[in-house]
């Protein structure tokens, strides 16, 4: 498994971002957007996770995640593990050099929202907050130190 944090000027750009608008989550859209807008800047990135030239998976690193106005930066988003690569433990694997990538660039601790129970725990995070999301649900915000 090769991991890449990538750019609209990598060649891989479109071919995440047509991933990610067709995958079995809906958030999928969104990031394709994004992605297609160009709205990641500076130091944020797109992580993929590559077996071969599949794309296995994915994550984020940016400034900001779905929740405004709160203090909090960089975080880990839009995680997703294409079906057929599920039970290998990509997600952590993902975290783990999203975390590595935001550490090496001058970062010492990292976000992430989400709903999910007992998931994020288990990777050494911590909720901080709850929040409510645009959509309504009341999302919790985890940390971790890098």
Not at 4 to 18: F, G, Y
Not at 33 to 51: G, K, T, Y
Not at 88 to 100: G, V, W
Request: aromatic share 14%; hydrophobic share 35%.
């Amino acid at each position: 498994m090769n991991f890449m944090e990538i750019t609209p000027t990598d060649d891989l750009w479109e071919k995440v971002s047509r991933f990610a608008k067709n995958c079995s989550w809906n958030a999928g859209k969104s990031l394709s957007q994004r992605m297609c807008d160009n709205a990641f800047s500076d130091w944020e990135r797109v992580i993929v996770a590559l077996h071969e030239n599949e794309i296995a998976g994915y994550c984020t690193v940016s400034e900001t995640d779905c929740i405004p106005d709160i203090p909090y930066t960089p975080y880990i988003g839009y995680l997703f593990v294409n079906e057929a690569y599920r039970g290998q433990r990509l997600s952590q694997k993902l975290i783990s050099h999203a975390m590595t990538y935001l550490k090496s660039t001058g970062f010492h601790q990292v976000f992430l929202v989400s709903d999910h129970e007992n998931l994020y725990e288990k990777y050494g995070f911590r909720v901080i907050d709850r929040k409510p999301a645009p959509w309504g649900e009341l999302e919790k915000i985890y940390t971790k130190e890098l």
